[in-house]
């Protein structure tokens, strides 16, 4: 490399490198969420890292960055087992669904409050219903878990304890269905 090629060069290089090698910070605050940054804030503490191979998931396959959730067929439908705010359910998975569909049972369950819930209408293969939008702490599926989901609650089955997993968490990974094999595989997008 010529003499004159250098010099940027290492600039470069050296304004990218304190980047690289920065802090995390981690504190909670008043309500109990934790945080995350690259700035000491107070009560930050420092955040203890390690290398992304010491992930102990067994499912997690790291050469493909999948995640795979096991599934059964139930009459005709790919169903998964998971959580609502830890209270365990199974799941219809559909990718036609825009949002997570909840029954009113397990909702009262996992102390999900629709009194105050904003309506929103559905549009079913049995016409359009009226439910009450909320938004779930947490939802689990296998060993994915996502907080805040959008959510409705409204009786999908005769099963009180079965909804539908829609995009509102499928959403954040590309999905594969591997039938032969009754796995779905996500990766995150």
């Known amino acids: 490399m010529p003499e004159r090629g250098r010099l940027p060069a290492l600039l470069i290089w050296l304004a990218l490198a304190p980047a690289a090698s920065a802090d995390i910070y981690t504190w909670k605050d008043a309500d109990g969420h934790v945080h995350f940054s690259d700035r000491a804030v ?3 503490q420092p955040h203890a890292t390690s290398d992304i191979s010491t ?3 067994p499912a997690f396959n790291m050469r493909g960055m999948r995640m795979q959730v096991p599934f059964r067929i139930r009459h005709g439908a790919m169903v998964v087992q998971g959580a609502v705010n830890g209270i ?3 799941f219809i998975v559909d990718t036609g669904a825009s949002l997570v569909v909840i029954p009113p049972a397990l909702a009262a369950r996992a102390g999900i409050d629709v009194r105050d819930a904003p309506g929103v209408v ?6 359009q219903v009226a439910a009450p939008r909320v938004s779930l702490d947490e939802v689990k599926v296998g060993h994915l878990r996502r907080n805040r989901i959008e ?3 409204q009786r999908v089955s005769s099963d009180a304890g079965t909804g539908l997993l829609g995009m509102s968490f499928l959403g954040a990974y590309r999905l594969t269905v591997d039938h032969q094999r009754r796995v779905l595989l996500l990766e995150p997008r």
């Open 42 to 44: 107070k009560g930050a």
């Open 55 to 57: 992930v102990g998931n």
């Open 88 to 90: 365990g359910m199974s």
């Open 122 to 127: 559905l549009q079913t293969a049995n016409g």
């Open 151 to 153: 959510a409705v609650v």
